[in-house]
Each structure stands twice: as C-alpha cells, then as structure tokens.
C-alpha cells in the first residue's frame, strides 16, 4: 500500500475517533504507543516509506561567476572554447545597486535548490564547491562539460546554468529562460530536449509568481548560440536569468532569504516536472 494511502486511511480513522485539537494524524506505529492526536494499535504495519520521485536522477547545477573572480582578472580574462569560437573564461558578474553581487545570489539559490532535489532523491552537482572570496572560475567550457557523457562520474539528466542580469535601464525587470539554439556539431543534439526544459522552468517561475523579462526573450524565453557554457553541454540544459539585479523591485527578491528560496523552489518544481517525463 502506498505511503499517500496509508496516511489517507489514517486520517479517516481519526475523524471516526473523534480526534480535535487541529493536530494532523500521523500513519500508525508499531510500537502501539500514542501517535498524532489517536493512540494506535499494536498490530499495525510497518511505517510507510517516503517516496522519493528523483531517485537515481543526476542534477547539474552551475551557480554562474564566483566571488573571487574580481581579484582574477587576467585569468578570467583568458579566451577559451566557447563553440568553435573563444570567449572570456569568466566574468566578475553582476551586482545590486547596494552591492550585493550575482556570484553570491546565485551560489545559496543553487545550495537551496539542492537541499529540496536531494529530498526528492536526486543528486545533485555543483560545477564549484564553495563562494570563496579566494577562487576563481571555473571557466565557461568547463562548467559547460561538468556532468556530459564521459566526464568524470556519472552522466546527468541535466544541467541548469543559474544567473542574473545587471541591465541599467529603467522599468527592465524580471526573468528569462536562456535555451541553446542549434549549433551544428556542438548543440544540434540536444536543442529539442534543451526547449523543453525552457518551458518548464520558464513555466515554474511564473507559477511562483516572477514576472517574466520586460526587455529580452519572448515569453520569458530567450534563444542564444552564443554562450559556452550552454555549447559545451551534451545533455539537455538551459542557463536561467533569474532576476535583474538593477531593478529595486528585483534586487529585494535577490538579497532577501525569502526571495532566494522561492527561487530555488521554483528551480527544483521544474527539474522534477522535467525529469518526470
């Protein structure tokens, strides 16, 4: 019997019992001690087991720039490959008006958004281990290959690419959802999946109440070949704008506790809904 069903009959139990107060009945020990608001009898069965939905699924999450970068500037300036074309290893990123910088936000958006997937049974991996002022990078092709085919570990399901802007422009607000378009050799095999989960996290965000980008994309969804850490994926993957840091009304979401997590939420409601599929 499943663990939704278990709860469900134990529940009519206890409105048969009588049972007041406000208290949520809990499923049946076996110990026949009291449990929830109703005693419960020693012949009962086993604890349901929790369901976990992303069991033997493997996350990427790219929490964009690092604090450090800003003291790392030739290095971050190298080109690397970034699609049969160079590009900047990294950049510093983008900041508030109070300072408050992207590396950071989007670092504990990506430690809370691991938190819920490792509920759900994923695992989850961050292209960089911590926020430190002290490191840099890692660069663009790096991240972009972290969980592909043939890499060290095991292959994941995807990769999100988690950002936000920094665009001075009065009244630009709100997210976008960056999908890679087709580059032949490089994105060709996985801009189909890749659009889908777009979708779905385009989706997710404005179900969580965001505002979609007043100022790029369409529908909250942008098309880009530009980008490498997008390029070098083999797996579906999409890089997430999640806010303009610029804006006032934005950047209250980005440098409160509250707003990072329903962030996260909205991430973790999308990766499951994808990988649900």
Not at 59 to 88: T, W, Y
Request: proline share 6%; charged share 20%; net charge positive.
């Amino acid at each position: 019997m499943s663990g939704a069903r278990v709860v469900a009959l134990v529940l009519v139990a206890a409105v048969a019992a009588g049972c007041t107060g406000g208290a949520d009945p809990t499923p049946p020990a076996a110990t026949g001690s009291r449990d929830g608001c109703c005693a419960t009898s020693s012949t009962s069965g086993p604890a349901p087991v929790v369901e976990k939905p992303l069991a033997g699924k493997v996350v990427v999450l790219d929490p964009g720039h690092q604090l450090g970068n800003r003291h790392h500037g030739s290095e971050i300036a190298r080109p690397v490959d970034a699609g049969g074309f160079d590009k900047e290893c990294n950049t510093t990123g983008a900041a508030t008006n109070a300072g408050y910088p992207e590396a950071t936000f989007t670092w504990k958006v990506a430690v809370a958004a691991r938190r819920i997937l490792r509920r759900l049974g994923a695992r989850v991996v961050l292209t960089r281990a911590s926020n430190s002022d002290d490191l840099w990078g890692p660069c663009v092709d790096v991240r972009g290959s972290i969980g592909n085919p043939g890499e060290p570990g095991r292959t994941a399901d995807l990769r999100v690419s988690i950002h936000a802007d920094g665009v001075a422009v009065d009244g630009a607000r709100g997210f976008h959802v960056i999908r890679p378009g087709v580059l032949d050799g490089w994105t060709d095999d996985i801009a189909k999946p890749s659009r889908k989960l777009a979708v779905d996290v385009r989706d997710a965000l404005e179900a969580a109440g965001f505002p979609a980008s007043s100022y790029q994309g369409r529908n909250g969804i942008d098309v880009r070949t530009d980008l490498g850490t997008l390029n070098h994926s083999d797996i579906p993957t999409v890089m997430v704008e999640l806010a303009n840091m610029r804006d006032p009304r934005d950047a209250a979401l980005v440098e409160s506790a509250q707003g990072r997590n329903r962030y996260a939420r909205a991430l973790a409601q999308a990766i499951r809904k994808y990988l649900a599929r």
